[in-house]
Every structure is written in structure tokens, then in C-alpha cells.
């Protein structure tokens, strides 16, 4: 089997609502750089990587697929994926460029496209093909709510609506408010909303700095909050080192990171509690399960990121031992063949040959931006 097309393409999908916030984000689409990988057999891999839907940043991903990532995949087996991902994240040039950011990114929608071609070659679902069971049970928490620039009655109604109608059994809202005691009177609301047995997550989008995190912090396990994520500018090891000794609740991070190395450091120093790797990010599948198995290795759960990629997390939540739960954001639910669907409270294992990426038709015409 042999590579002989790589066609990027972008989708721009509009949000919950039409627009939500965070402590350091306004959006109304979410974007899906990806790309289209054929073969001499009939085969097609899709992989995708995860932006705030700004065309001109989103072009640079595709423009490192098609002119940098495509030429040195034509006419290679797709099934060999860990040389091939060690072909084009170790060419020089781009290397001298970059070791994250956009040429992750690219290589992160090559490689899951590439994984996705693996799994479809031998029939399987990609979960099942990385030695998973159909027996895995996945708990969903609902992230698609919480958003700071919801009214507090408008939070409460979803947050009772998560889990008596839809039957989540975790939430996470935002904080980072311009008044953290804000933050702690919506905080306030929700528990009492939900009660006390479901599970609750707080994320700051990497907006306090360190006296404000250990502050309003120490407040979150009053409210039996599960995890503190993102409190904190991303690369902040220190910080999250400090912050992590100083309050209760366990830390939470990870989407920011693009390099095993990071994680490493991070964990490494006790930094995180909960290990939230995105393959969208992580340069692919090959290296989010190092990044798992680096977990494991120190006995610390995998809640990978999804923003907004469900599909393929999953297939590795389904497949890794270090990962239980996942993120609920239905925003390109409905773009894919076989969509992400939670049933009380949990994900239903995914069936079809793949990684789970591959689009409708009706949704390449209708969401792709890219002329």
C-alpha cells in the first residue's frame, strides 16, 4: 500500500450558541485544519488538529501539510506509522522552525490521518487495533457549558439540564473572571445545583497568576472541586509547581503542551495531577501515547483534552489504561460518520474500521473554507 494524494482542507463549525468565552477567548467557530491522505488501494485516512477558526493561521497548517509534510509521504506505506512520523518530525528544516505549535499541529492531523488509515487496513476500530475492549466504560464531563459570558441563571439551568436530562456525571465550568469572587458565587451555584455526587471542574484558561491561583484556589475544595485546570500561563512549571503544594484541589493541564518532554517536566515535579494530553496538539496519536504511558508509568490519570476532537480521544481513551474519563463538546458531533455519543453518562465504544475522523460528504460541502 502506497500514499499517492494528501489534500488539506479547513472546517469552520459554528458553536454552542453561536458564541462562547473563556477567561482569555471569544469564539463563534470552531476551526478543523485537516487533511485527506489516499492510497494506491482504495483507502482514505482524515486527521484533523483544533483551532479557534482564524483562516489565516489555519492556512499556515495546511500550507506545512501540503508543501512541506505531503512530499515526503508520497509513495510511502501509511501503516508504518512510527517512521514515518520520525521522517517528518525529525526533517531538518523543520526542526530549525519549530518543535511545536504550527508544525505539530500539521504533523498531529498527518499522523492521526495516517493512524486512521491503519486501523481501516485492518478493519478495525482504531481502540480495538491499540488493544482495547469493547468492555472499556469512558465517563463523559460536560465542558460545552460553564462559559463566563453565560448570565448565572442561564450556567444553573445547563448545569441542572447536564445532569438530570442528559445524565452527565461531571461538569466543568469557567473561571477567570475580572472578579475571582465572581468566579466563587457561580461555583457556589452550580454545586448546590448539581449536589454533592457529581463530579466538578473548575479551568482558568491559563489566566491567574500565582497569588491569585493560591488565593481564590484554596476556596475550590470548599466546593469538592475535582481538579484546578489550566490555572496558570501554560509554561509556568514553577508556578504549577508551587500552586500544586499550596491548595487541596488536584491540578489539571495539559492541552497547552506540545512535546513529551513537556509533560515529562511537568509531571516529573508534581506539577499535574490529571495528565489531559491532546493528540490534535501532541504531533498525533504516536506521541500522545507516550505521553499516557508516561502517565501510567507514575500512576496518573489521562482525561485527555478534546477541543472539540471527541472522535479520535475516544478511540484512545477506549484503548489506554491510564484514561477513564473524557470531555463532552459536541460542536463537529455532527460532521463525522460515526459521531461521539454518550449514553447515562458514559461513551458508547465506537464500531466502525478507523479512528473514528472520517467526515460526511454533506459536511466537507457545507464547512470547508479552504479555496
Known amino acids: 500500500m502506497k500514499i499517492v494524494r494528501v489534500q488539506p482542507f479547513i472546517l469552520h463549525v459554528p458553536v454552542t450558541g453561536n458564541e462562547i468565552a473563556d477567561s482569555t ?12 491522505i489516499e492510497t494506491d488501494n482504495g483507502l482514505t485516512g482524515y486527521g484533523y488538529t483544533g483551532t479557534h477558526a482564524h483562516l489565516p493561521t489555519d492556512k499556515l497548517i495546511t500550507s506545512c501539510i501540503a508543501e512541506t509534510y505531503a512530499p515526503l509521504l508520497i509513495g510511502e506505506d501509511p501503516r508504518e506509522t512510527l517512521y514515518l512520523w520520525q521522517k517528518l518530525g525529525r526533517f531538518p528544516p523543520v526542526q530549525w522552525v519549530g518543535r511545536s505549535g504550527i ?6 492531523a498527518v499522523d492521526i490521518a495516517l493512524w486512521d488509515i ?11 487495533l491499540l488493544g482495547g475492549s469493547q468492555q472499556k466504560r469512558v465517563m463523559a464531563y460536560n465542558t460545552d457549558g460553564g462559559w463566563l459570558n453565560w448570565p448565572l441563571d442561564k450556567l444553573i439551568d445547563d448545569a441542572r439540564c447536564s445532569v438530570e436530562e442528559r445524565g452527565f456525571q461531571g461538569i466543568k465550568i469557567k473561571v477567570g473572571s475580572p472578579d475571582p469572587n465572581d468566579d466563587l458565587k457561580r461555583l457556589d451555584a452550580v454545586r448546590r445545583t448539581i449536589g454533592p455526587h457529581i463530579q466538578l471542574m473548575v479551568d482558568a484558561n491559563g489566566r491567574w ?12 475544595a470548599d466546593y469538592d472541586v475535582l481538579w484546578f485546570e489550566e490555572p496558570l500561563w501554560y509554561d509556568d512549571l514553577a508556578g504549577h509547581q508551587a500552586l500544586a503544594q499550596a491548595i487541596r484541589t488536584l491540578i489539571a493541564l495539559g492541552e497547552q503542551l506540545y512535546t513529551l518532554d513537556n509533560f515529562r517536566d511537568f509531571i516529573q515535579v508534581r506539577a499535574v495531577h490529571f495528565v489531559q494530553a491532546d493528540a490534535t496538539r501532541l504531533a498525533g496519536i504516536t506521541e500522545w501515547w507516550r505521553v499516557a504511558d508516561l502517565a ?14 471527541m472522535q479520535v480521544h475516544l478511540q ?22 460515526e459521531p461521539a455519543t454518550v449514553k447515562d453518562g458514559y461513551y458508547q465504544i465506537p464500531q466502525q474500521p478507523g479512528a473514528g475522523t472520517t467526515p460526511r460528504h454533506a459536511a466537507l460541502a457545507q464547512f470547508n473554507v479552504l479555496k
Do not use: Q
Request: proline share 8%; glycine share 6%; aromatic share 12%.
Open 316 to 337: 484512545l481513551a477506549a484503548a489506554h489504561p491510564a484514561c477513564s474519563v473524557l470531555e463532552y463538546i459536541p460542536w463537529l458531533r455532527e460532521c463525522f460518520e
Open 103 to 108: 508544525t505539530h499541529l500539521a504533523l498531529s
Open 209 to 220: 497568576d500565582l497569588p491569585t491561583a493560591i488565593n481564590y484556589g484554596r476556596h475550590f
Open 118 to 128: 491503519k486501523a481501516k487496513a485492518a478493519g478495525v476500530p482504531l481502540w480495538k
Open 25 to 36: 477567548h471569544r469564539i463563534d467557530f470552531w476551526g478543523a485544519p485537516g487533511v485527506m
Open 296 to 309: 501510567l508509568a507514575f500512576r496518573l490519570p489521562v482525561a485527555a483534552h478534546v477541543g472539540d476532537m
